[in-house]
C-alpha cells in the first residue's frame, strides 16, 4: 500500500494513503482519547474527544483524513483543554460508578489519565438495564451514544441487531427488535462487549470489563477449538480458570472478532459432568479405575484382539477436536505398535469428497487460496453452506464484502444467512448438486464466459465434459433441479461474467451419495473461467466444519493415507515413514469407519478406540452404530463426558479439551497454528497425546516424541509437505499455511501458480453424469430430510449444552414449510415425530418459509432427539462419506 508522510508534533511520520490523522498520531507513539473511535469500525467524530490542530485548523482526527505533508498539533494547552472538557462533558451525564476506581472501562481509564476523578460524574442514573441475555449485559446509565456497538453489529457482525433510540441525552442502544435482549436477533458474537468504552454493554461473571483492548496482564494466546475457521483467541484466567475468553485484535483469520462459541462457550471446563477419572465397565457398570489399571486394560484387550485376529481386528477412530499432534501419534501408534492401517477421522463423515475431488481436480486436497484472498473476490458463488450460522467469523467477512459491492450467487436449499443478501439465490431440490453445476458449466461455454488460453494450456478433459454438457441445456437442468431456466442462466453470468470471482462451498455439496462428484462437477467452473492458480479468481474453497477436521487428514489419521497424503501403496511414501519410525507400513489400506462398524457386527473387529468423537449421536443410522459397539468385544473411548458413545464402552479415559492441551491446529485455509494450555486439565484427566504415549508404553512400545513439538517435528520428516512447521516458527509468526517444505521460506497461500500437483502437472476437468440420491421422497415417506447446524451450537453439543448456549437454542427444531404444517396438522412449537426407513425422532416443530414445500431441515447438536436415527447408510460412492443431506421421511403429531 502506499504511505504518506506527515509532520506529527515536529516529527516525521509515515502512515498508508487512506489513514487518519487519529491512526497518525498514534503511529507518532502519542495516544488521544477517542470514545467513539475502534480502528474496526468506519470513523464517527461524534465524541469529539480526539481534537488535534492540523494546517492551523482545529479537527477531530478520527474523521479526518491524513495529506501529504500535513502538519499536526496535538500537545497544545488548548487542545489539551478542549479534549479535556469534551470527556469532562461525556463523563458529566453519568453516574459516578462510570468513573469508580474499580471501574476498568476505557473512559475511565481516560479520566484517570486527565486527573478526573468520580466527582465530574454527575448523572442521576435510573435508566435501567437489561440482563436478559445470558452472556450480553446492559446498563443504560453508562451509555454514552457513540454508536460503536451498532456500527460493531452493522459492519463488523452484519446482524445489524442494535440501534439507538431516544433523542438528546435520552439516546441509548438498545436491540432493535424492540424487546429484551435475549428475545432479539443478537448472535453474541461480543463485538458490542468488547468495543463499549464505557462498561455499559458487558459480560457478566468473572470477565465483566474485559475486553481485547483492556486485558490482564496475563492471557494464554491459542486457537479457538469449534469450527474450522481458526480464530486467534486470547483466554484470560485467574487461579486456574477461565475468566474470559478474547478475540486476538491481530488474529489472522478472525481480525479481533468472534462468536459465541469461541467467545463464551467455555464453561463446560467446569461443568460437574467433566469426566475426571479413568471408568472400566465391571458387571454392567462404569466404575472409576486408577490410570495404570485402565491402561493395562486396554493394552491386554489390544493384544488379545491381536492374537485372535490379527491386527486389522483393531481400529481407531481419530478425533478433528485433538491436535495435529495427537491425530499424527494416534496414527503412528496403530501402524507402529498394532500393525494396522485401520485408523479414520470424522472428515470421513463430511469433507472426504473434498479431499478425493480436490486431489483429482488439482492434486492437493486442501482449499486453493487463502481467505484472505477470496475476501477480495467481486464474484462469490457459495454452494450448499450457511457460514453466517456454522462459520459465523467467515459469514460476517463475505458479508462484508458483499456489503461493499461483491456480487453474490447462493446455491442452497433454504433461505437462510448470506442468501437474504444473495444477487441471484438458487434452490436446488437435495441431492441434484451435479446437475445444477453443470447447468452452469453448460451456460459458460455457450455464452463463451471459459478462458481458452488457460483451458489448452493448464487443464485436460475438456471435449469429454463438452460432450456431457450437451445434455445440460437450463431447461433440462431447471427440470431435475426445480432451479428455475432464467436464475439458472444469471447466477452462471455473475460468475462467468466476474474479473475476480470466487467459490466458497460446505457441506450442502459433501454429505451425498455423489459427493465426490459434487467437487469435481463444482470445480470445472473455476477450472472454465481459469479462476484457479491464478489471477484472475480464487478458486474452489471447503469451509471445515471442526476446528482440526484439516489438520486430523493432513497428519495421516486415515486407513489409505500416511502423513502428507502419501498412499500407503506407495513405496517411496511408506519408504520414507519406515525410516522415520523404524518399522514398516502395514502392506493394505485399512477400514474407513462405516466399515469398522459393519465389521463389529459381523464379529471381524473385536477392539475399537474412539478418540474425541461422540459416533452414536454423529453417525447415521444411529441404531446400527449402537449396535456395533455393543457386539465389539472392546471399545475405548477418550472423552471430556459420559457420552452416547461412551456409554456403550467398557473403558473411558477422561481427557483435556482445546483449552488444556499443547499443540496446532489447521483450519480451513489449511494454516497451521499454535494451541496453548490456558488451564490444566481437571482432576487426572490427560491430554490425548499422553494417552497414547502411555498406551503405547503399556504395550511395551516407545513412540519418541517426547513432546508435541518433537511429533510435529518428526511429522515434516515423513512428510515433506510439512519439513518448514515447526513450535517454534508458529511462536514466532503466528500462521503459516502448508504446503511449506522449507523453514527459510514462506507458505503457500495461493496453490498452483505455476503448475498443478496432479501426475501431469494440470487441472483436470470431469465429466461425471448427474445420478439421482440414494433415497427419493414417496407416498409412504413424502418429506426430504436435511440435517445441518444452528449457530448457538456445535456438533453434539457436548461442550455448547453445557453452559449459556443452551439457554439460546434450548432445544432441537424442526423447520418445515407452512404448506406442510398445515398437510400434517403440525403447529408451531408444537411437538412432532418423524420417522424414517431407519428410525425415529421427536422435535419441535418451527415453521417458517426457510425451508421449501417438501422439505424439513433439523441439527443433531441434541443427541436425545435422535436425529441420527432417522439418516440412512447411504454413502458417498467413492469416499464413504454419509448422505446425510437427504433422507425420506415423514412428520405426524404424536
Known sequence: MTGIEIEVDGTGTDVPEGASLLTAVRAAGIELPALCSDDRLSPAGSCRTCLVRVDGRIAASCVTPAASGARVETATDDLR??????????????????????????????????????????????????????????????????????????????????????????????????????????????????????????????????????????????????????????????????????????????????????????????????????????????????????????????????????????????????????????????????????????????????????????????????????????????????????????????????LRGAKLVVADPRAVGLALHADVHVRPRPGTNVALFHGLAHVLLAEGLTDAEFLRERATGLPELTELLDDYPPHRVADITGVPAADLVAAARLYGQAERPAIVYGLGVTEHLHGTDGVRSLANLAILRGAVGTDRGYGVNPLRGQNNVQGASDMGALPDLLPGYGKVTDPAACARAEGVWGAPVPERPGLRIPEMFAAARSGELRALWVIGEDVCATDPDANRVAEALDTCPLVVCNELFLSETARHADIVLPVASWLEKDGTFVNFDRRFQRVRPAVPPPGAARSDFDVVRALASAMGADLGCVTPADALAECGRVAPVFAGLS?????????????????????????????????????????????????????????????????????????????????????DFLDLHPDDAARYGLRDGAEAVVESRYGRARLTARISEQTAPGQVFCSFHFPTSGVNRLTSDHADTVTSCPEYKVTAVRVATP
Not at 454527575?122 to 436478559?132: I, Y
Not at 502437472?761 to 444452528?790: F, I, K, M
Open 81 to 402: 483543554a478542549l479534549r479535556r472538557d469534551a470527556v469532562e462533558l461525556i463523563a458529566s451525564a453519568l453516574p459516578p460508578r462510570a468513573l469508580a476506581d474499580d471501574n476498568p472501562s476505557e473512559l475511565a481509564q481516560v479520566c484517570r489519565s486527565m486527573g478526573i476523578g468520580p466527582e465530574a460524574a454527575q448523572g442521576a442514573g435510573g435508566r435501567g438495564g437489561d440482563t436478559s441475555h445470558p452472556y450480553v449485559h446492559l446498563d443504560r446509565d453508562l451509555c454514552i451514544a457513540c454508536g460503536r456497538c451498532v456500527r460493531m453489529c452493522a459492519e463488523v457482525q452484519g446482524t445489524f441487531a442494535l440501534t439507538l433510540v431516544g433523542r438528546g441525552a435520552d439516546t441509548v442502544v438498545a436491540p432493535g427488535t424492540g424487546g429484551p435482549w435475549a428475545e432479539s436477533d443478537c448472535v453474541a458474537c461480543g463485538g458490542c462487549v468488547d468495543t463499549c468504552p464505557t462498561g455499559a454493554i458487558t459480560e457478566p461473571g468473572p470477565g465483566r470489563g474485559l475486553t481485547s483492548a483492556r486485558r490482564p496482564a496475563t492471557v494464554t494466546r491459542t486457537t479457538c477449538g469449534y469450527c474450522g475457521v481458526g480464530c486467534a483467541l486470547e483466554v484470560a484466567t485467574r487461579d486456574g480458570e477461565v475468566t474470559a475468553v478474547l478475540p486476538a485484535r491481530d488474529g489472522p483469520v478472525n481480525q479481533g472478532h468472534a462468536c459465541v462459541k469461541g467467545r463464551f462457550a467455555h464453561g463446560y471446563l467446569t461443568s460437574p459432568e467433566r469426566l475426571t477419572q479413568p471408568l472400566m465397565r465391571c458387571d454392567g457398570r462404569l466404575e472409576q479405575v486408577g490410570w495404570d489399571e485402565a491402561l493395562g486394560q486396554v493394552a491386554r484387550g489390544l493384544r488379545e484382539a491381536v492374537d485372535a485376529g490379527g491386527p486389522d481386528a483393531v481400529a481407531a477412530i481419530s478425533s478433528a477436536r485433538a491436535t495435529n499432534e495427537e491425530n499424527y501419534l494416534v496414527q503412528k501408534f496403530m501402524r507402529v505398535v498394532i500393525g494396522t492401517n485401520s485408523v479414520d477421522n470424522c472428515s470421513r463423515l463430511c469433507h472426504s469428497p473434498s479431499a478425493a475431488g480436490l486431489t483429482a481436480s488439482f492434486g492437493l486436497s486442501g482449499g486453493t487460496d487463502s481467505f484472505d484472498e477470496v475476501e477480495q473476490a467481486d464474484c462469490l458463488l457459495v454452494v450448499g453452506a450457511n457460514p453466517v450460522e456454522a462459520h459465523p467469523v467467515v459469514g460476517a467477512r463475505l458479508l462484508r464484502g458483499v
Open 727 to 811: 513450535h517454534d516458527r508458529l511462536d514466532r509468526e503466528g500462521a503459516v499455511p502448508w504446503p511449506c517444505p522449507d523453514p527459510d521460506r514462506l507458505g503457500e497461500a495461493k496453490l498452483y501458480e505455476e503448475r498443478f500437483a496432479t501426475p501431469d502437472g494440470r487441472a483436470h476437468l470431469a465429466a461425471a453424469p448427474y445420478l439421482p440420491p440414494g433415497e427419493q421422497p414417496g407416498d409412504d415417506y413424502p418429506l426430504v430430510l436435511v440435517t445441518g447446524r444452528r449457530w448457538a451450537h456445535y456438533n453434539s453439543g457436548s461442550m455448547t449444552r453445557r453452559g449459556g448456549n443452551l439457554a439460546l437454542d434450548p432445544v
